[in-house]
C-alpha cells in the first residue's frame, strides 16, 4: 500500500510539471463549498441558513443597485416564495433533525422556523403538536398561550424578537391560522386570545385586508363579552405590550404599532367612512380603537389630535411660496404639513462615511416628494426652525441666510413644499457645558395641543389636514413605507375634494 | 547628508497628482500616503537580538460614488505609473460594487477655510539622525553595567519617522483649501522610545526604566540603564507581605499607567451626554430632556490640573487638520473643565466648529515634595515602579485591575526596609486621586506607540502618594 502511494504521489507529481500552470506561480481560490450535512448541531444549521439569505440579498442589492428605502414597497414582495437557494440550504441541513419524535423540545423554537423554511409544513405542525402535547395540565392556560405566542411570532417573521434567531422570511402567518383554530379552545382565558390576535394583526401588516378585518371582527366580539375586570387586565396587558406604564407618558413615538393595527384591521371601513366625512372618520376610528383596546375613546392613539382644527402656521420666514404665502394649510385644500429641519438629519459631516449614514435627509425628503409628484394637488408646508447653524456654516450664519440655505437644501432633494421658517429662541447650559438648548417654537406647541399630543420635534412628523383645516392624521414620515398610509387617506380626500367642487 | 528616509512634501504632491490624474472622475478619488522609516535594536539576556532599518510606503486609494458606498480602500506601495493606474482602477471598481443609487446627498455649503497649525513641536533632527551604528553604541553602553553586575539586561530601542498627506478630487463644497474636510495636508514627525529591563539571573529581582519622547536628545540612555540596574538590585528577594489597604508611593510611570484609562475618557463628550456609562455622566435632566455631565464639577483633588498645549516643546502633539488648536484644560484644580468633541457636536450645540480630540498628550500638575521625602514620611507603605496588565472593570467608577511589576518594596517608619512580591490591585484611578496626599515634580514618562503610522500620545505627570491604596491578591511575577 505505501509503495502505491509513493507511486501515485510521484505521478501527480510527474502530471503536475507537464501540465498547462507547470512554471507559473498562479493564485487559486482554496476550496471552500461546504458540506452542509458535516453541520451537528442545530444553532449551526440557523446561522448556514442565515448566511444564505444574507448573501442573496447583498447579491440582489448589487445586482439591481437599488436602495430599498426611497423605493415605493411592492405589495407582492410579501408573497414571494423563499428562495430556492434558502430552501436548500435548510433541507440540507435540517435532514438529521426531520424525525420530530426524536428531536428535543427544548430545541423547539429553532427548529420550527427550519422546518418552514425547509418547506416542511408537515413536519413543521407535527412538532407543534407534540410540543403543545407536552404541556401538563396544571400550566395548561399559561403554558398554551406562552407556545401559541411563540409560534406566531415565528410565523410571523420574528417581530425583531432575539429569542428568535432565525426570522421566517417572508413570513406564514397562514399557517398559524390553523394551528390557532385548532388550539385556541384549550385557551379558556378570553383575554389571552384577544391578545394572541393582537398579536397576529401587529405582525400581520402584509395579509391582505379579509384576513386581518376576521381577526379584529373576532377581537371586538370577544372584547365586548369581557367582564369588568376582564377588561381591566386586558387593558393593563395591551399598556405592558407596548411599555406604557404611566398613563402621562402615552405619546405619538409609542403608539405606531398600535395604531397600524388599528388601521389595518378596519382599513376599508376607515376609508369608506373618511369618504363621507372627516367627522366620520375620527368617530369610527375612535370606536375602533375603544372597542378593540377596553380603552376610553378619548384615548384614541393617545391624544392625537385627529378631528381638531389645524392651527394656522407661523413663520418669521416663507420661502418657496407665492406671494404672501400664507395662510397655510390654506382652507379649502388638502395640506401635508412636515415638521422638519436640516439639523435633524446628516447636517454636518465630518467625515465621508457621515455622508453615506442611514440617518441621510433622503429617507424623509425622499418620501415627501414622491407624494408631491404623486399628488400635485396637495398643499405641502415644511416647517423647520433655526439651529444657528447651516451643516458646518456657523460664523456669519444669519436666521435669514439659514433659511435661505434650508429653501436650497429642499430643492436639491427635489421638494416643492413651501418653507416656513421660524427664528428659535435659544439659551445655553452654563459654562464649561455651554450646550445650546433651543425653545419650542410656536409652531411646535400649536401642534402639541396644549401638550396633550406628545411629540419629538426632532422627529419628522407629517400631519394630513382636510379642506376645512381638520387634522385626519398623523404620523412619522420616514421611508417610504409611512407614506403608504398617508397616501391613501390622501387619495381619498383629494377624492373628497373635487367631489365637491 | 543622510539619505531621504520618508517622502517630502514635493514627493508626496507628486504622487498625489499624478494618481488623480489617473481618475476618470464622476466620483470622489481620495489618494493618501502614509511614508515611514523606523530603526528599531532590540536585544535580551546581554546580546542584540535584532537590528533593523526599514522603511515603507503605503498609498491608500478609495472611490466614491454620490450616492454610493465608499467601498473598500485599495493599497499600494509602488509609486510608478502603471502600479497608481491599477490602484485606481481597482477603487473605480470596487466603488461600484458596493454602490446604492437613489439615496442622494442633498446640498452641502462650501466647508470654511481652515488655516494649518506648525507650532507643534513635533519633528527631531536627532531622531531622524540617529544611524545604525549609533544605534548599536547605545545598546552596547545600556548593558554593560548590568552585565558588569552579572544581571541579565533586555531592552528594546526605536527611531521612526513619518510623513502623512492626503487629497481627494470631488465634492468641491466641502474642500475649499487644503485643510478642508478629507484633506491631510503633509505632516511629518518623529518618535523614539528606549526601555530595558534587568533581571537578576535567579530570577528574583527586577529592575525597570523607559522613556519616549519625539526628540531623541531628551532620552538619556544611560540614566535609564543606570536606574534599572539600581532597582534590580533593590528589588532581589521579595517577601510577601498581606494584601489589604496601604498608603502608596507611586513612581510617575506608575501613575501614568493607572490614570491612563481615566485620560482616554476626556474624549468624546458624547458619551456621557448621550447617556452611555462613563465616569463623567451624571444623570439624566427630566425637565431638558438631556443627559448632564460632570463638567463643572469637581472630580479629583484640588491639586490636580490635567492639560495640553499642542504648542508644548516637551510633549509634541500632531494635530487634526479639524481642529483649531489652543491649550485645553481638562481638569482644572480638580474641577472637570473640558471634554473632547466631534466636529457635529462643536458646530450644533456649542460655541466654535471645531473638533476637539482628547488628551492625546497630556501634563498633570505636581508639587515640590520628593520620592525621598515621600517615603521619609510614610510611616507604613508601598513604593510602587509601575504597573501592568491594567483592564477597566467598570467604567462608570473606573475600578481597574492590574499587576506591580520591576520594583515594590516596603516602606517602614519612614525607609525602605525589604523588597516584596508583587500584587494584584483593585482600585479606580478616581479614587486614587481624591486620596492623594503629597505631590512631586511632574516628569516625561514611557507612552510608546506601536503602530507603524501611529501617532505619540505623551504625559508628563508627577509621582504621588496616596492612602488606602487597594492590593487583593499576591502574584508570583517578578
Keep these: ?52 439569505r444574507e448573501a442573496l440579498a447583498i447579491h440582489e442589492e ?11 414597497t411592492d405589495p407582492g414582495e410579501w408573497r414571494k416564495p423563499i428562495p430556492g437557494a434558502v430552501v436548500e440550504t435548510a433541507r440540507w441541513c435540517a435532514k438529521r433533525f426531520a424525525e420530530v419524535e426524536s428531536t428535543p423540545l427544548s430545541d423547539f423554537r429553532f427548529l420550527l422556523p427550519l422546518y418552514v423554511i425547509a418547506g416542511w409544513e408537515e413536519t413543521a405542525k407535527a412538532l407543534i403538536d407534540r410540543r403543545l402535547a407536552a404541556i401538563a395540565a396544571d400550566d395548561e392556560v399559561s403554558e398554551v398561550a406562552a407556545v401559541l405566542d411563540t409560534i406566531a411570532h415565528i410565523y410571523g417573521g420574528g417581530g425583531g424578537d432575539p429569542a428568535l434567531p432565525l426570522a421566517v422570511r417572508p413570513p406564514r402567518l397562514d399557517l398559524f391560522d390553523g394551528v390557532l383554530a385548532e388550539y385556541l379552545p384549550r385557551l379558556s382565558d378570553r383575554v389571552k386570545q384577544i391578545l394572541l390576535y393582537w398579536t397576529v394583526l401587529r405582525l400581520g401588516s402584509y395579509r391582505d385586508p379579509a384576513a386581518l378585518e376576521e381577526y379584529a371582527t373576532r377581537i371586538e366580539a370577544l372584547t365586548d363579552s369581557l367582564s369588568e375586570s376582564e377588561r381591566e387586565r386586558l387593558s393593563d396587558e395591551l399598556k405592558r405590550i407596548q411599555n406604557i406604564y404611566d398613563d402621562e407618558a402615552f405619546d405619538g413615538d409609542r403608539m405606531s404599532a398600535l395604531m397600524q393595527v388599528v388601521f389595518r384591521s378596519r382599513r376599508q371601513m376607515l376609508l369608506d367612512s373618511l369618504r363621507h366625512s372627516t367627522a366620520a372618520y375620527v368617530r369610527f376610528s375612535r370606536d375602533t380603537w375603544a372597542r378593540a383596546s377596553t380603552w376610553p375613546a378619548e384615548t384614541y392613539l393617545f391624544g392625537m389630535p385627529v378631528g381638531e382644527r389645524a392651527p394656522t402656521l407661523e413663520g418669521d420666514y416663507w420661502l418657496g411660496c407665492g406671494d404672501p404665502c400664507t395662510p397655510r394649510p390654506a382652507p379649502g385644500r388638502v395640506s401635508l404639513v412636515v ?3 436640516p439639523g435633524n438629519c446628516t447636517g454636518v459631516v465630518d467625515h465621508s462615511a457621515t455622508l453615506y449614514a442611514m440617518s441621510s435627509c433622503a429617507r424623509v425628503l425622499v418620501p415627501l416628494r414622491q407624494l408631491e409628484e404623486r399628488f400635485p394637488e396637495l398643499e405641502t408646508t415644511v416647517v423647520a426652525r433655526t439651529h444657528g447653524h447651516f451643516s458646518y456654516l456657523k460664523e456669519g450664519v444669519t436666521p435669514e441666510r439659514e433659511a435661505e440655505l434650508t429653501r436650497r437644501w429642499l430643492d436639491s432633494f427635489g421638494v416643492r413644499a413651501a ?9 445655553r447650559l452654563p459654562s464649561p457645558d455651554r450646550r445650546r438648548i433651543d425653545n419650542d417654537i410656536p409652531n411646535v406647541t400649536a401642534y402639541r395641543f396644549g401638550e396633550t399630543w406628545q411629540w419629538s420635534a426632532n422627529r419628522p412628523w407629517a400631519f394630513l389636514i382636510d379642506e376645512a383645516g381638520m387634522i385626519v392624521h398623523a404620523a412619522e414620515l420616514i421611508g417610504s413605507d409611512a407614506g403608504e398610509m398617508l397616501a391613501e387617506l390622501i387619495e381619498v380626500l383629494l377624492e373628497r375634494q373635487r367631489a365637491q367642487s | 547628508m543622510r539619505e ?32 515611514w522609516w523606523q530603526g528599531e535594536l532590540r536585544w535580551a539576556r546581554n546580546r542584540m537580538s535584532l537590528a533593523s532599518d526599514r522603511r515603507s510606503i503605503r498609498i491608500t486609494v478609495a472611490r466614491t460614488v454620490p450616492g454610493g458606498n465608499p467601498g473598500g480602500p485599495v493599497v499600494t506601495n509602488q509609486l510608478d505609473d502603471a502600479s497608481l493606474e491599477a490602484a485606481v482602477r481597482a ?10 443609487p437613489g439615496r442622494g446627498l442633498g446640498f452641502f455649503p462650501q466647508f470654511p477655510l481652515y488655516e494649518p497649525f506648525q507650532k507643534a513641536a513635533i519633528w527631531s533632527d536627532a531622531t531622524y539622525d540617529l544611524g545604525l551604528e549609533e544605534r548599536g553604541e547605545i545598546a552596547r553602553s545600556m548593558i554593560a553595567p548590568a552585565e558588569a553586575k552579572g544581571f541579565l539586561s533586555a531592552g528594546y530601542l526605536e527611531v521612526r519617522a513619518g510623513a502623512l498627506a492626503a487629497l481627494g478630487t470631488e465634492f468641491p463644497e466641502l474642500r475649499t483649501g487644503e485643510y478642508a474636510l478629507g484633506d491631510q495636508p503633509y505632516v511629518r514627525w518623529t518618535q523614539a522610545q528606549c526601555s530595558t529591563t534587568v533581571r537578576d539571573p535567579t530570577g528574583l529581582g527586577s529592575g525597570w526604566a523607559g522613556l519616549s519622547s519625539y526628540d531623541w536628545a531628551r532620552i538619556d540612555a544611560g540614566a535609564l540603564a543606570e536606574r534599572a540596574v539600581q532597582k534590580c538590585q533593590a528589588s532581589r528577594d521579595p517577601v510577601a507581605i498581606e494584601p489589604g489597604r496601604y498608603t502608596v508611593i507611586l513612581e510617575p510611570q506608575a501613575v501614568a499607567d493607572l490614570i491612563g484609562s481615566l485620560v482616554r475618557e476626556f474624549y468624546p463628550r458624547e458619551t456621557p451626554e448621550g447617556g452611555s456609562p462613563s465616569p463623567w455622566r451624571l444623570a439624566y435632566d427630566a425637565v431638558l430632556g438631556l443627559w448632564r455631565s460632570k463638567l463643572g464639577m469637581k472630580v479629583v483633588d484640588e491639586r490636580i490640573t490635567i492639560s495640553h498645549d499642542p504648542a508644548d516643546p516637551a510633549l509634541g502633539i500632531v494635530m487634526h487638520p479639524l481642529e483649531r488648536p489652543r491649550p485645553v484644560a481638562w481638569i482644572e484644580r480638580g474641577v472637570l473643565t473640558n471634554l473632547g468633541h466631534r466636529f457635529d457636536t462643536d458646530v450644533k450645540r456649542l460655541e466654535g466648529a471645531n473638533r476637539l480630540r482628547g488628551a492625546t498628550g497630556y501634563r498633570m500638575s505636581g508639587g515640590d515634595t520628593s520620592i525621598e521625602e515621600m517615603i521619609r514620611t510614610t510611616r507604613r507603605g508601598l513604593l510602587v515602579t509601575r504597573f501592568s496588565n491594567i483592564r477597566v472593570l467598570d467604567r462608570e467608577s473606573l475600578l481597574s485591575t ?7 518594596w516596603l516602606i517602614e517608619n519612614g525607609e525602605i526596609t525589604k523588597a516584596v512580591k508583587n500584587f494584584r490591585f483593585t482600585e479606580s484611578p478616581l479614587l486614587v486621586l481624591n486620596n492623594i496626599e503629597q505631590l512631586g515634580e511632574p516628569v516625561p514618562v514611557f507612552r510608546p506607540t506601536k503602530d507603524e503610522g501611529g501617532q505619540l500620545t505623551p504625559a508628563i505627570v508627577p509621582p504621588l502618594k496616596a492612602r488606602d491604596f487597594s492590593f487583593t491578591s499576591l502574584i508570583d511575577a517578578v
Design chain 2, 402 to 408: 492590574g499587576l506591580t511589576r520591576d520594583g515594590l
Design chain 1, 62 to 72: 448589487r445586482v439591481l443597485g437599488i436602495w430599498r428605502d426611497t423605493v415605493a
Design chain 1, 339 to 341: 415638521f422638519y429641519s
Design chain 2, 4 to 35: 531621504a528616509r520618508i517622502l517630502t512634501s514635493e514627493d508626496c504632491r507628486a504622487v498625489l497628482e499624478r494618481a488623480h490624474s489617473f481618475a476618470r472622475g464622476g466620483g470622489d478619488t481620495r489618494v493618501g500616503i502614509l511614508s
Design chain 2, 91 to 100: 477603487a473605480e471598481r470596487r466603488s461600484e460594487l458596493g454602490s446604492k
Design chain 1, 419 to 427: 418653507l416656513s421658517m421660524t427664528d428659535s429662541d435659544y439659551w
Design chain 1, 1 to 52: 500500500m505505501r509503495v502505491a502511494g509513493a507511486i501515485l504521489s510521484v505521478l501527480v507529481a510527474t502530471a503536475a510539471m507537464v501540465g498547462p500552470v507547470a512554471g507559473q506561480a498562479l493564485f487559486e481560490w482554496p476550496d471552500t463549498a461546504v458540506d452542509l450535512s458535516e453541520y451537528s448541531t442545530v444553532e449551526e444549521c440557523l446561522a448556514a441558513v442565515s448566511r444564505a
